[in-house]
């Protein structure tokens, strides 16, 4: 099993940054891949970005290209969003999640998830 923990979650107005952070423990020898997914009140859980666990392959989202920069730190275990220029429509709670296959943009590649942390902007 994986369990992953997501913080930096919290209020910004719009053209603001957060950066989320998203620990992995456990089997992380099992990690291949992680992703960041979000999901506003109402709407479906979308895809954000993704990133390979070893190797450089990264995939955005269109609504976030130019705007949010994903990254890892291997040694600390740790997936990070950087989120630039943010937007009211970027209002959601924020899910990472670790998958054991390559890098995707469907929920169901992704056997683990963190609990989420919400993300509000402002206008």
């Known amino acids: 099993q994986v369990q992953l923990v997501e913080s930096g979650g919290g209020l910004v107005q719009a053209g603001g940054s957060l950066r989320l952070s998203c620990t992995a423990s456990?089997?992380?020898?099992?990690?291949?891949?992680m992703g960041w997914f979000r999901q506003a009140p109402g709407k479906e859980r979308e895809f954000v970005a993704a990133?390979?666990?070893?190797?450089?392959?990264?995939d955005y989202a269109d609504s976030v290209k130019g705007r949010f920069t994903i990254s890892r730190d291997n040694a600390k275990s740790t997936v990070y969003l950087q989120m630039n220029n943010l937007k009211p429509e970027d209002t959601a709670v924020y899910y990472c999640?670790?998958?054991?296959?390559?890098?995707?943009?469907?929920?169901?590649?992704?056997?683990?998830w963190g609990q989420g942390t919400q993300v509000t902007v402002s206008s």
């Open positions: 999640a670790a998958g054991n296959g390559p890098i995707a943009a469907m929920k169901h590649d992704y056997p683990y």
């Open positions: 990133i390979s666990w070893h190797g450089v392959r990264t």
């Open positions: 456990g089997r992380t020898f099992s990690i291949i891949a």
